[in-house]
């Protein structure tokens, strides 16, 4: 678990479905609340915070639909894929209207188990989830640092501005290498397919070694790119 935020996972969890992977434990995502029930699932879950203590609030899992599909996340029930991110409500800012800004802190990942559907009181679905990872798991070898820091310093990957903030992290011996995998995970894999393959790995080093070959190939198309002699083309143009 992250922090002091503990899921009890023999309550049922609410289920906030996205076309993509949205979050992976350790990070962060704003999200805008606008749909009725997801209104409603944000308010049960604040309805034991008491004088804006956010520790208090339910945790969400933000789950994936199965086809992501744009339009079918707003009507009926689509089907979820299984794995899902457990998050925690750390800013909540309500609107006039009632619509919320809030943002969201990755706990861990889980399994749904079973699925409750709406009823005539509660709007949203919730799951049974049960965690996925082992804290007996062993983290990824400091070899991965080094590796990570050679690629993101490199000539190719030191040009995007994208890996600028995970550079920064690579370079903080203090920041545990699982959390720096989860890091380069959610800012530089944009494939949705690698994205959730890397959300349903419980192994952080086989984790760290889907990232560092996202990276590698990355790198290797930058490299390709520049063989073209892009900075000699006329400006705004390609040779090809």
Not at 87 to 101: E, Q, T
Not at 146 to 168: F, I, T
Not at 220 to 236: I, N
Request: proline share 8%.
């Amino acid at each position: 678990m992250s922090g002091s935020f503990l899921v009890d996972f023999d309550q049922p969890i609410p289920l906030f479905p996205l076309v993509g992977v949205a979050l992976f434990p350790q990070t962060v995502q704003p999200l805008h609340v606008f749909e009725t029930r997801y209104r409603q699932m944000i308010e049960d879950c604040m309805a034991h915070t008491v004088d804006g203590d956010l520790s208090k609030s339910g945790p969400i899992a933000l789950a994936v639909l199965e086809k992501g599909l744009v339009g079918a996340d707003s009507v009926g029930s689509p089907p979820l894929k299984p794995i899902v991110c457990i998050g925690r409500i750390l800013k909540n800012h309500l609107l006039p209207d009632g619509r919320r800004n809030i943002l969201v802190h990755g706990v861990c990942r889980a399994l749904i188990r079973s699925v409750d559907e709406p009823d005539d009181d509660r709007l949203y679905r919730v799951g049974d989830l049960r965690p996925i990872e082992s804290p007996l798991a062993e983290a990824p070898s400091p070899v991965v640092r080094q590796a990570l820091k050679r690629l993101l310093h490199g000539d190719q990957l030191n040009r995007m501005h994208a890996a600028e903030a995970v550079r920064e992290w690579v370079d903080q011996e203090e920041v545990p290498i699982e959390t720096l995998i989860e890091m380069a995970s959610f800012v530089l894999v944009k494939d949705e397919r690698l994205r959730y393959q890397l959300l349903q790995e419980p192994d952080p080093s086989e984790r760290a070694r889907i990232v560092y070959g996202e990276l590698h190939h990355i790198d290797r198309l930058v490299a390709r790119c520049d063989l073209q002699g892009w900075r000699e083309w006329p400006k705004g143009l390609s040779w090809n």
